[in-house]
């Protein structure tokens, strides 16, 4: 069985930095495409980065040039730098396992919070 965990998230002002980390166990890892996405309440969840297995990355277009998408496949587990926060991007930060960029994978965390507040 396929298992992400997330960790890192939390309180920050805006324009701090955060790095979150989705840990893969019972799976190939290193197979995987993997993805961000966030969901703020009453919005629609939203694909924030994506990484391929061999490592092409592509954001979307609000994030681009804050956050860095990254994944060290030895520990199993793939990471979102966040930069420049601002408040709007306060939601929670979901990572899924073996999905593109247009559709999702079928494995999915929890999620963590991140809050961008003063």
């Known amino acids: 069985q396929v298992q992400l965990v997330e960790s890192g998230g939390g309180l920050v002002q805006p324009g701090g930095s955060l790095r979150l980390s989705c840990t893969v166990s019972?799976?190939?890892?290193?197979?995987?495409?993997m993805g961000w996405y966030r969901q703020a309440p009453g919005k629609q969840r939203e694909l924030v980065a994506h990484?391929?297995?061999?490592?092409?990355?592509n954001y979307s277009d609000s994030v681009k040039g804050r956050f860095t998408i990254s994944r060290t496949n030895a520990k199993n587990t793939m990471y979102l730098q966040m930069n420049s926060l601002k408040p709007e991007d306060t939601a929670v930060y979901l990572c899924n396992a073996g999905g593109s960029t247009v559709v999702s994978g079928p494995y999915w965390g929890r999620g963590t919070q991140v809050t961008v507040s003063s």
């Open positions: 990484i391929t297995s061999s490592g092409i990355t």
């Open positions: 019972g799976g190939i890892f290193s197979v995987y495409a």
